[in-house]
């Protein structure tokens, strides 16, 4: 672990020498991580440069759907592993050449445990869940809660059919991480989406222009 | 690992040993692996005695739901850990000190990830996944799929609402598990429920007789 955040530490100084900003995305399986990147790589994807690490146990699934977008995407598989490291984002980071100015989001391998205790070099970490998985998870996945910069629920388009309760959990992630940030999404019909790309804006010195939301 | 695998073999017999029938319950978090437990413990609990290990990284909240029903249920917390292992359940069970003939529900941590890994001393592995998290789960999580005994699909009722194939994740698992078991059920309205009972009764000792799903 110690090791890790020894290399952590390099890859974050190569992305500052780079002017590279990048956000390690992470959730469990299946919150709509992906989804949400597509998406987003369509909307800002001729404002600024972007790039991709997909990290997935298996399968080059991910990187297909990101890869169609036009945005350069590396594919990282890391097997048994239920995490990505900072060396493995090491070697995707040389791979995938980001250019200057670029913002990076990293993908996570889905699982909301233990990639909260590895840290790659991000520039902040977000967390998303979904409603559909229920709102106790701030409390029974503390963890992964405690360290974040911002705070993602999506699928609010399925609200009407599940039973998930918005202001407990963003209220019981505020236990954990007093002040966090939290944004409502759906990266599926795009509600929410515009406040999620101010956001990137503000966090990459792209400034906070407004986009409008689709 | 391998000092796992052999305490793993104790609780196995121990259990042997007690007539006690362990289902390793294993899902993303927010699958709805507690509500599906909620409905099978209302629902069998007059049949055959029933007892519940509760594995979460934090809180008594799920014990608290499934000791709600009247059956015995111990909670573990592994905190930082991402899964349970056989040490923690063999504990667990000497606290919880089921009856024989019990059928025993090891409710493991969300988590698609790490638990595959660790045997339990369990007598049957259950994968679940709900129909929000994607359909490409078995490809992109292999290992969970593995080593399964039985495949549940829940949330089926929010099928209208979401972009699920369930034939191709169903043939997707059974190209890495071939002949893998599978049942399409929604924890929260019953359906499917009455074939998940026939299947615990298979698979424990308790014969097969038709229970009608509510």
């Known amino acids: 672990m110690a090791q890790n955040d020894q290399l952590a530490a390099l890859n974050r100084a190569w992305l500052d020498g780079r002017k590279v900003t990048a956000f390690n995305l992470m959730s469990s ?3 709509g991580k ?3 990147l597509v998406r987003t790589l369509q909307d800002l994807g001729s404002d600024f440069p972007l790039a991709v690490i997909e990290g997935d146990q298996e399968t080059l699934l991910d990187a297909t759907r990101i890869g169609a977008t036009g945005v350069p995407v590396v594919q990282v598989n890391t097997g048994a592993g239920c995490h990505l490291d900072a060396t ?6 040389r791979n995938l050449d980001p250019g200057s ?3 990076l989001f990293i993908e996570n391998v889905g699982n909301l445990v233990c990639p909260a205790l590895f840290d790659l070099g991000e520039s902040a970490r977000v967390v998303m869940i979904s409603v559909t998985e229920g709102a106790d998870k701030p409390l ?3 963890l992964m809660f405690a360290d974040a910069d911002l705070l993602i629920v999506n699928k609010i388009d399925l609200l009407p059919y599940v039973d998930f309760d918005v202001e407990r959990c963003i209220s019981d992630a505020r236990t954990i991480t ?3 940030e939290v944004l409502t999404v759906s990266a599926t019909t795009g509600e929410g989406m515009g406040a999620w790309y101010d956001w990137i804006r503000a966090h990459s010195g792209h400034g ?3 986009v ?3």
């Open 34 to 36: 992906t989804t949400l």
């Open 140 to 142: 029974k996945y503390p």
């Open 178 to 180: 007093p002040g966090l």
């Open 212 to 214: 409008a939301a689709s």
């Open 101 to 103: 100015g670029s913002v």
């Open 88 to 93: 493995m984002v090491a070697g995707a980071l």
């Open 208 to 210: 906070a222009r407004e």
């Open 29 to 31: 399986p299946g919150s």
